[in-house]
């Protein structure tokens, strides 16, 4: 016998989102937002639309951790509203230089725009600037240079010399 679910219930089953994520829930009617895949504002700054199959739509999702990127990547953003740049997989030239379509979930149709290169050494967690919004610099034997349990690094990328970047200690 199928499961039954009450479609009138917020949290009603089956989920719409996949493992690890959660639905963008309209405060209107507690119900998870359908969304059209690939049109810009069918969905929140940092949701993507994912089709559900036992739904047969779309619904706004996002990482449960607040992930956009994969580990050690850094997410693009516009430089005026600071809105996360969304794309679609397989497509060129969505993203710009030094960026690349890429989604922290394993055969997504959407993702965003991350670094084509990891941001720290070994994929270690990085500081964003809260002003800026970008990794946060540093500047190696500084007294005030990263926050508890970080540390400067150098690291090497194609289009930079020498771009210090912060790994947390023990990594």
């Not at 580990?71 to 710009?96: N, V, W, Y």
């Not at 990263?146 to 771009?163: D, L, M, V």
């Amino acid at each position: 016998m199928p499961i039954q679910c009450n479609e009138a219930l917020s949290n009603s089953c089956p989920r719409v989102c996949p493992e690890g994520e959660k639905a963008f829930v309209s405060t209107a009617d507690m119900s998870p937002r359908e969304c059209v895949v690939n049109m810009d504002a069918s969905c929140p700054a940092n949701y993507l639309c994912r089709f559900n199959m036992q739904r047969n739509k779309y619904f706004c999702c996002a990482s449960v951790s607040g992930r956009t990127c994969p580990i050690g990547k850094f997410l693009h953003r516009d430089s005026f509203s600071l809105i996360p740049t969304r794309c679609t997989m397989g497509r060129a030239e969505q993203c710009p230089d030094g960026y690349t379509c890429q989604n922290y979930l394993p055969n997504s149709a959407q993702g965003f725009c991350c670094t084509n290169s990891s941001v720290c050494p070994d994929d270690a967690e990085f500081v964003v600037d809260e002003q800026s919004q970008l990794p946060r610099a540093c500047t190696m034997g500084s007294f005030v240079s990263c926050p508890h349990g970080y540390a400067c690094r150098y690291i090497y990328q194609e289009y930079s010399k020498n771009i210090i970047n912060r790994k947390p200690l023990g990594h």
